[in-house]
C-alpha cells in the first residue's frame, strides 16, 4: 500500500499572525514541508469569545498539527449518540475553545493528506442524516466555504437544500424536554458533517435531512427506524453519497426488516461513523455501521509529522447478526469468526488534529461558538461519502464491495496504534488481535486504511 502524503500535511505551514494559512487559504500551494512546530507551553490556553489574536490562532495550530492539543486543552463528547466530540478550553471544562479564525485543518489540509486532486467537478449530490434542526446551517456553511476558498453552496442556487426526514420542507427546532442545550450541541454535529462533506468535495451539492429527537436518554427509542426512513428520502432525492454520524446499539428490530432493507441501494455510497468508543466487542457493532450495505468509517490521528495511527477511540468491532459486509472477504472476516467486521476504511477522526467547524448557533449558552476545533468518526464518514461522490464512479457501488476489490495503491495503510482502551480483543472469543490494533493491510480500527486519491471510489 502506498505511504501516501500524509506526512506533507498543509498544517505544516502554522498560521501567521493576524491570518489563516501561511500559503493561501484554501489552495492546494498551501503544502509545505518543514519541522513540526514545538508545542507551546503547558498551559497554554486561547481566549474564548470573538476577539481572539492571531497569535492564539496559531498557537492552538501549533497543537494541531502537532497532535498535542489535549495535552493543553480538554475534550467531551457532542451529544447523545453522535459520534463527534469537541475540544474544550480546558480539561474537565464543557466550554468549546472558540477563536475567531479556524484553527483546525481545513480542506486543503485534508486535500494534501490524502493525495486528492486539485480540481474537483463533480455536481452530484451528498446527503447528510442529523438529528435535529440547525437554524443557523446556511450562513455558517457560508462562511466555512468563503473562508477556505470553496465555491458558494446556497439554498437560492439549489446546491444547498434542507428537508426534513420524510421530505418536504425542514421544520423549525425542535422545543421539547431535551431544551435548547441539545438543539445546540446537536447543531455541532451538523456543523462538521457539512463542513467536511463540503472539503471533501467542493463542487458537490449538499442535502441536509433532519431526524427528530424523540429521547435522547433511551438507546432504544424509534430513531433509527427514522434514519431508514431519512435514508429512502435521500435516495428518492437523487442522493449519491448518503453519510450518517450516529450510533445506536445493534438490535433485532434494526439488523431486520425495513431498517435493514432502507440501508441497501445499489448505486448508492451509504457511510456511517464506527463510534468514537474504541473497540465495540466481539458481538455487536454500532448500528448502522454493522450493516452489510453500508461502509463503516473509522478513524485515525493525522500530525504532519511522522506516521499516522489508528485514534485509540475509533469504533471497531463484529455483527454477528451477518456473515460480512457486501464484498467483505474471508481474510477480513476471518477476525471476528466470520462475520461482519467493522470498519472499512478511514480517515481524519482524532481532536487531538481536529478539524475546523464553523457554527454560531448558540441558543443555550448566548455565546456563539464562531470557529471550534472537532474530531470523532462524525468526521471521517461525512469525508469519505464526499470522496464517493467526488469521484462519480457510483454504479459499481454495492456497500463497502468496491473498497475490498480496489488496488492496495490506493489506500495508504496505517500500521500502528490500538482502540482496546474500553474492551479488549483477547477478552472475546474468536476475536483476533487484528479487530483492535493496527497492522499491515486490513484491521479494525482503520479498515483497509485511509484514501490515497480518489482511485478506490
Known amino acids: 500500500m502506498s505511504t501516501g502524503p500524509l506526512a506533507r500535511v498543509v498544517g505544516v505551514a502554522v498560521l501567521a499572525a493576524g491570518s489563516l494559512l501561511a500559503a493561501g487559504v484554501g489552495s492546494s500551494s498551501a503544502v509545505a514541508d518543514g519541522p513540526s512546530p514545538a508545542a507551546p507551553p503547558a498551559g497554554t490556553a486561547l481566549a474564548t469569545g470573538t476577539a481572539n489574536s492571531g497569535e492564539s490562532v496559531a498557537r492552538v495550530r501549533q497543537e494541531v498539527t502537532s497532535g498535542t492539543l489535549l495535552a493543553h486543552h480538554g475534550v467531551r463528547e457532542v451529544c447523545p449518540r453522535c459520534d463527534a466530540r469537541i475540544v474544550t478550553e480546558s480539561a474537565g471544562k464543557d466550554t468549546p475553545l472558540r477563536s475567531a479564525a479556524p484553527a483546525g485543518y481545513g480542506p486543503a489540509d485534508l486535500q494534501a493528506a490524502f493525495g486528492l486532486p ?42 444547498l437544500t434542507l428537508e426534513n426526514y420524510t421530505g418536504g420542507r425542514q421544520p423549525a427546532p425542535q422545543k421539547g424536554a431535551q431544551g435548547a442545550y441539545l438543539e445546540e450541541e446537536v447543531a455541532v454535529e451538523t456543523a462538521l458533517d457539512v463542513d467536511m462533506a463540503s472539503a471533501a468535495c467542493p463542487s458537490c451539492h449538499l442535502l441536509e435531512i433532519s431526524v427528530p429527537w424523540q429521547d435522547a436518554q433511551d438507546d432504544n427509542d424509534v430513531s433509527t427506524s427514522d434514519f431508514a426512513t431519512a435514508v ?58 454493522d450493516l452489510p450495505s453500508v461502509i463503516s468509517v473509522g478513524g485515525i490521528t493525522l500530525p504532519t509529522t511522522g506516521a499516522a495511527s489508528a485514534w485509540y477511540a475509533a469504533g471497531s468491532g463484529c455483527e454477528t447478526a451477518f456473515r460480512a459486509a457486501t464484498g467483505q472477504p474471508a481474510a477480513v472476516t476471518a477476525a471476528c469468526g466470520g462475520h461482519r467486521a467493522a470498519a472499512d476504511i478511514s480517515a481524519v477522526a482524532d481532536p487531538a488534529t481536529g478539524v475546523a467547524v464553523r457554527d454560531t448557533y448558540a441558543p443555550s449558552s448566548g455565546e456563539p461558538n464562531n470557529w471550534i476545533v472537532v474530531g470523532g468518526t462524525s468526521a471521517s464518514a461525512p469525508y469519505v461519502a464526499g470522496l464517493f461522490a467526488r469521484a462519480g464512479h457510483l454504479s459499481g457501488v454495492d456497500g463497502p464491495k468496491s473498497l475490498y476489490s480496489a488496488p492496495n495503491t490506493d489506500f495508504t495503510d496505517i500500521t500502528s496504534g490500538n482502540n482496546e482502551s474500553y474492551h479488549q480483543c483477547a477478552s472475546y472469543p474468536g476475536v483476533s488481535a487484528s479487530l483492535c490494533t493496527a497492522g499491515p493491510g486490513w484491521d479494525g480500527p482503520t479498515g483497509l486504511g485511509v484514501p490515497h486519491g480518489l482511485g478506490a471510489f
Open 118 to 159: 486539485a480540481a474537483s467537478s463533480s455536481t452530484r449530490t451528498i446527503a447528510i442524516i442529523d438529528a435535529g434542526v440547525y437554524p443557523t446551517l446556511a450562513k455558517d456553511l457560508a462562511t466555512y466555504r468563503k473562508t477556505f476558498g470553496l465555491p458558494a453552496c446556497t439554498t437560492a442556487s439549489g446546491c
Open 232 to 289: 429512502n428520502t435521500a435516495v428518492a432525492a437523487k442522493a449519491s453519497a448518503i453519510s450518517m454520524s450516529y450510533g445506536y446499539s445493534a438490535d433485532v428490530q434494526n439488523t431486520h426488516g425495513t431498517s435493514l432493507t432502507a440501508l441497501h441501494h445499489q448505486g448508492v455510497a451509504i457511510t456511517a461513523s464506527t463510534g468514537d468508543s474504541g473497540f465495540n466487542g466481539g458481538i455487536h457493532q454500532s448500528w448502522p455501521s
